[in-house]
């Protein structure tokens, strides 16, 4: 033998006491127990983020719902439109729009600048901003980060459309 110190078989003739097996066992069955738990968690929402939830009522494009910062708010829509229609939110001077063929606008000075978000479904669609006290606003769709940006006015935010929608709305809160 090479090296008679580590041989296998004097380790494997070693026996450990049945308490030290339960507890070792014990253990790896709550590491596997919450790590299932912690997924699970995650999978249904609990690290999203905080939207407003407060439920509108109506959701009225052009109304402009008055907020103070810090505040989020989401709406969730399907459009069954013309291809080439788009809806979405407005923060102050800055515009969010999404089709239903996975293109997203988002832009503070009015041109558009599609592109492509591989997020964005042909059916139900959520859009939520969230705006920190510094005016920082994240706008995540389908809970997934499509923009971050500075905003300059914050003070409250409407729904737009663009072109021809036809417009199924299931949430705004």
Do not use: K
Request: contains cysteine.
């Amino acid at each position: 033998m090479l090296y008679p110190e580590y041989d296998y078989r004097t380790l494997m003739s070693t026996t450990l006491p049945p308490l030290l097996w339960r507890l070792g066992l014990l253990a790896l069955l709550l590491v596997v127990v919450l790590g299932a738990g912690t997924a699970a968690a995650i999978a249904l929402g609990a690290s999203d983020p905080a939207c407003a939830r407060v439920p509108l009522t109506v959701v009225e494009p052009a109304v402009t719902y008055l907020q103070t910062s810090p505040y989020a708010f989401e709406v969730a829509a399907s459009n069954t439109g013309e291809f080439t229609s788009a809806w979405g939110v407005q923060v102050g001077e800055f515009t969010a729009l999404i089709t239903s063929d996975g293109y997203v606008s988002t832009t503070q000075d009015g041109t558009r600048d599609w592109r492509q978000f591989r997020h964005i479904r042909s059916g139900r669609n959520a859009l939520c901003v969230v705006i920190a006290a510094d005016q920082e606003a994240i706008l995540y769709i389908n809970r997934e980060v499509a923009w971050r940006g500075q905003l300059t006015d914050v003070t409250g935010w409407t729904v737009v459309t663009e072109g021809t929608t036809r417009m199924t709305w299931f949430s705004a809160r």
